[in-house]
């Protein structure tokens, strides 16, 4: 059986070398113990450093160019497959996740979707905003979980995100807009991607599995803060008013609450932290609400979307080389 998994990257020269040693890794382990051949490749999503020139020097990988942001760059790599495995080009694979993934999805016809556990790695900064954003994404920020998945490292059945030319019938009755910016097609993955995969096979067609761990480096600032929230804000609103029969489900799976219990459990520290990003998450809704308004009713020039944060990009554990 032969698995495509793809590693979208957009400016990951930095990045991508210790990620692909990783993936390559728990691609050796996962084929050793499952019956599986895996096609190994990375989407250059208009890169314009050596991110290419890095993954090439890796043996078995190959590299393809797309235009326009990450739902293009997965859809250069889909083909018929009995699932598909999609990664970011800034993360770290423990080498047993691809087969506890994919062993899963090979066990169970049902299941369409499945994450590996998560971890942050430390902050490069000593600042108390870093320790807090690194506090929250290890804790998971004291919330109640949700059947939802993240789109950094997954294994799909079915990947199928409407073209814009798909979308043109929804969008002939919408107004241009300043800020959401419909007219520019999907623009986020994971979000679409869990809402169909939830409506179409119910909450439990999308698992975390265990025995497999990613390491991602979380936003460090406030800056990098406000761009992750803004994002994520923003593709919800434009899925509720692009998608308004998805709404229902995302307000079923996909929104959580503070765990109080958790929260009372912690440490006094963590506790300290989580109210540091509790404020900082505050400003961030206030300057997402003024952002807004700005580029819905002020501005005469759209929204400037998707800009990347920029600390995400840092090497993982020191290394940004590559090994061929």
Same mark, same amino acid.
């Given at each position: 059986m032969?698995v495509?998994?793809a590693l979208?990257?957009?400016?990951?020269e930095?990045?991508?070398g210790?990620?692909?040693?990783?993936?390559?890794?728990?691609?050796?382990?996962?084929e050793?113990?499952?019956?599986?051949?895996?096609?190994?490749?990375?989407v250059c !999503?208009?890169?314009?450093?050596?991110?290419?020139?890095?993954?090439?020097?890796f043996?078995?990988v190959?590299?393809?160019?797309?235009?326009?942001?990450? #739902?293009?760059?997965?859809?250069?790599?889909v083909?018929?497959?009995p699932?598909?495995?999609?990664?970011?080009?800034?993360i770290? #694979?423990?080498?047993?996740?691809?087969?506890a993934?994919?062993g899963?999805?090979l066990e169970?016809?049902?299941?369409?979707v499945?994450?590996?556990?998560?971890s942050p790695?430390?902050?490069?900064?000593?600042?108390?905003?870093?320790?807090?954003?690194?506090?929250?994404?290890r804790? !998971?920020?004291?919330?109640t979980p949700r059947?939802w998945?993240?789109?950094?490292?997954?294994?799909i059945?079915?990947?199928?995100?409407?073209?814009?030319?798909?979308?043109?019938?929804?969008?002939?009755?919408?107004?241009?807009?300043?800020?959401?910016?419909?007219?520019a097609g999907?623009?986020?993955? !994971?979000i679409?991607?869990?809402r169909?995969?939830a409506?179409?096979h119910?909450?439990g067609?999308?698992r975390e599995?265990?025995?497999?761990?990613i390491?991602?480096r979380?936003p460090?600032?406030?800056?990098?803060?406000y761009?992750?929230?803004?994002?994520?804000?923003?593709?919800i609103?434009?899925?509720n008013?692009?998608?308004?029969?998805?709404?229902?489900?995302?307000a079923?799976?996909?929104?959580?609450g503070i765990?109080?219990?958790a929260l009372?459990?912690a440490?006094g520290?963590?506790r300290?932290?989580w109210?540091v990003?509790?404020?900082?998450l505050?400003?961030c809704r206030?300057?997402y609400?003024?952002?807004?308004?700005?580029?819905?009713?002020l501005s005469?020039?759209?929204?400037?979307a998707?800009e990347?944060v920029?600390?995400?990009?840092?090497?993982?554990?020191?290394?940004?080389g590559?090994?061929?």
């Amino acid at each position: 059986m032969r698995v495509p998994l793809a590693l979208t990257a957009k400016n990951e020269e930095r990045a991508i070398g210790a990620c692909l040693e990783s993936v390559l890794e728990a691609v050796r382990v996962a084929e050793t113990r499952l019956p599986i051949r895996f096609d190994v490749q990375v989407v250059c !999503d208009d890169c314009t450093d050596r991110t290419a020139e890095v993954a090439r020097s890796f043996a078995r990988v190959r590299t393809v160019e797309s235009h326009g942001g990450i #739902v293009e760059a997965q859809r250069a790599a889909v083909r018929e497959a009995p699932f598909l495995v999609f990664s970011d080009a800034d993360i770290r #694979v423990e080498p047993g996740t691809l087969e506890a993934m994919c062993g899963a999805m090979l066990e169970e016809p049902r299941l369409q979707v499945a994450v590996p556990q998560k971890s942050p790695l430390p902050p490069s900064r000593r600042t108390l905003l870093a320790e807090a954003l690194h506090a929250y994404n290890r804790t !998971d920020g004291f919330q109640t979980p949700r059947r939802w998945f993240n789109g950094r490292f997954f294994a799909i059945r079915r990947w199928q995100i409407p073209t814009l030319e798909e979308l043109r019938p929804r969008l002939e009755s919408m107004a241009r807009d300043g800020f959401y910016n419909f007219h520019a097609g999907m623009k986020i993955d !994971d979000i679409y991607l869990s809402r169909k995969a939830a409506i179409e096979h119910g909450p439990g067609a999308i698992r975390e599995v265990a025995g497999g761990r990613i390491w991602f480096r979380p936003p460090e600032t406030f800056e990098g803060m406000y761009r992750t929230y803004r994002r994520m804000r923003m593709e919800i609103e434009r899925l509720n008013l692009l998608f308004p029969e998805t709404a229902d489900a995302h307000a079923r799976w996909g929104v959580r609450g503070i765990d109080r219990k958790a929260l009372r459990r912690a440490s006094g520290r963590d506790r300290r932290l989580w109210r540091v990003f509790q404020m900082a998450l505050g400003l961030c809704r206030a300057r997402y609400r003024a952002e807004r308004f700005y580029y819905r009713h002020l501005s005469r020039t759209p929204c400037p979307a998707w800009e990347p944060v920029v600390e995400s990009k840092l090497p993982i554990f020191g290394a940004s080389g590559s090994r061929a």
